[in-house]
T-cell receptor, first 112, second 114 residues
Framework: QKEVEQDPGPLSVPEGAIVSLNCTYSNSAFQYFMWYRQYSRKGPELLMYTYSSGNKEDGRFTAQVDKSSKYISLFIRDSQPSDSATYLCAMSENTGFQKLVFGTGTRLLVSP | NAGVMQNPRHLVRRRGQEARLRCSPMKGHSHVYWYRQLPEEGLKFMVYLQKENIIDESGMPKERFSAEFPKEGPSILRIQQVVRGDSAAYFC????????????FGPGTRLTVL
């Protein structure tokens, strides 16, 4: 079993839809949770960062962490074609440095 | 403010040759991380370095792979005697502090082994 599980998709939605992306994990020691966006043939770009449980909102993006269920989510409101990319969840323990453990990524396609 | 720079962006090697991948962290960043992304897989941690020190190399294959981050110049990931299974995208990330809130990734080097 992988430490971090993520549905690879693709997830296809029409422009303006609310998108929900999710990851589950098995390591209860994870404390830091991140979402990265990766366009084709590019490096990952940090979107959201959360420490421990709770919600965090930044513009059209909301990140949720439920440590009791070992489940994290990223919501995208009013999705745009420019949001089409692969979304990677990543997490790390609090062991002195951030050795990120990534999910495999979910490919999102937003059609005009 | 330049981001993390990696070169070359694309590298083609024949089996048995050596591959050298370079990473220049963002200005002011002294922590460098290397990750490998195999096709259809997520990024996998390889090694974490500070200037002149390897802090954690738990993700590095035991043989043929090495990394350095000298006092001057870029960080280097070196793969000796490459095999086809080494074909992947190699990403470098940097951060200004150990537990800073983000690692900034470079554009990656895509290694193809013929």
């Amino acid at each position: 079993q992988k430490e971090v599980e993520q549905d690879p998709g693709p997830l296809s939605v029409p422009e303006g839809a609310i998108v929900s992306l999710n990851c589950t994990y098995s390591n209860s020691a994870f404390q830091y949770f991140m979402w990265y966006r990766q366009y084709s043939r590019k490096g990952p770009e940090l979107l959201m960062y959360t420490y421990s449980s709770g919600n965090k909102e930044d513009g059209r993006f909301t990140a949720q962490v439920d440590k009791s269920s070992k489940y994290i989510s990223l919501f995208i409101r009013d999705s745009q074609p420019s949001d089409s990319a692969t979304y990677l969840c990543a997490m790390s323990e609090n062991t002195g440095f951030q050795k990120l453990v990534f999910g495999t990524g979910t490919r999102l396609l937003v059609s005009p | 403010n330049a981001g993390v720079m990696q070169n070359p962006r694309h590298l083609v090697r024949r089996r048995g040759q050596e591959a050298r991948l370079r990473c220049s962290p963002m200005k002011g960043h002294s922590h460098v991380y290397w990750y490998r992304q195999l096709p259809e897989e997520g990024l996998k941690f390889m090694v974490y370095l500070q200037k002149e020190n390897i802090i954690d190399e738990s993700g590095m294959p035991k043989e043929r792979f090495s990394a350095e981050f000298p006092k001057e110049g870029p960080s280097i990931l070196r793969i000796q005697q490459v095999v086809r299974g080494d074909s992947a995208a190699y990403f470098c990330a940097s951060s200004p502090q150990v537990l800073d809130d983000t690692q900034y990734f470079g554009p990656g080097t895509r290694l193809t082994v013929l």
